[in-house]
């Protein structure tokens, strides 16, 4: 099926442990991002693309890394996580600039103990 | 700096009441503003956008670039239209700066 799929879903880790969400793509939109969604604080922006090898920080980058090698993928990695890292993570694409609508991922739920 | 404010965390109506989702925004430049919804189970999706003035699913909102506000409003609320909805502003390159989000539940 064609669309945007974020995988894993679930995951649980621990403090400390390297965690990498995947984001993928078929749509070969130029823009992706990577938004959190936490209780009190809605939507938060912590990367996005606006190519292949083009990558710039959001509102809350810190503790994260991301690439994107190739159009279709842009992974989201948590280099050593912590509780406060705890969430859900959202990868959107866009198809340009300009348009302001995105389409987003079902979401993956990072539990971190 | 750029902010989107929703003052209601939940909003609770019987079905068949108007509704009104609270939206006002803060941003230096000409706003570009967007309703997102999220259904249970769904995925978070676009419902509207000001520039398309459109009406989607019944609900409508109007920019009011002097009281800087993106309210949305709905007539007659259905069960279904409970939901999440989070109030964005479009600050570059499609990056949008969302609000913490209004939870509406219509009650039968």
């Known amino acids: 099926d064609a669309g945007i799929t974020q995988s894993p879903r679930y995951k649980i880790t621990e403090t400390g442990r390297q965690v990498t969400l995947m984001c993928h793509q078929t749509?070969?939109?130029?823009?992706m991002f990577w938004y959190r969604q936490d209780l009190g604080h809605g939507l938060r922006l912590i990367y996005y693309?606006?190519?292949?090898?083009?990558?710039d920080k959001g509102e809350v980058p810190d503790g994260y890394v991301v690439s994107r090698s190739k159009t279709e993928n842009f992974p989201l990695t948590l280099e050593s996580a912590t509780r406060s890292q705890t969430s859900v993570y959202f990868c959107?694409?866009?198809?340009?600039?300009?348009?302001?609508?995105?389409?987003f991922g079902e979401g993956s739920r990072l539990t971190v103990l | 700096a750029q902010r989107v404010t929703q003052p209601e965390k939940l909003l609770s109506v019987f079905k068949g009441a108007p509704v009104e989702l609270k939206c006002n925004y803060s941003?230096?430049?000409?706003?570009?503003l967007f309703w997102y919804v999220q259904y249970s189970r769904q995925r978070l999706q676009l419902l509207l956008r000001?520039?398309s003035r459109e009406s989607i699913k019944g609900f409508t909102a109007d920019l009011n670039k002097g009281e800087t506000s993106f309210h949305l409003k709905k007539p007659f609320a259905q069960e279904e239209d409970s939901a999440m909805y989070y109030c964005?502003?479009?600050?570059?390159?499609?990056?949008?700066?969302f609000g913490k989000g209004t939870m509406l539940l219509v009650s039968p």
């Open positions: 749509w070969s939109h130029s823009y």
């Open positions: 000001h520039i």
């Open positions: 941003y230096s430049g000409s706003p570009e």
């Open positions: 693309s606006a190519a292949a090898d083009i990558t």
């Open positions: 959107a694409s866009s198809v340009n600039a300009n348009t302001g609508e995105l389409f």
């Open positions: 964005a502003l479009n600050v570059g390159y499609s990056t949008l700066t």
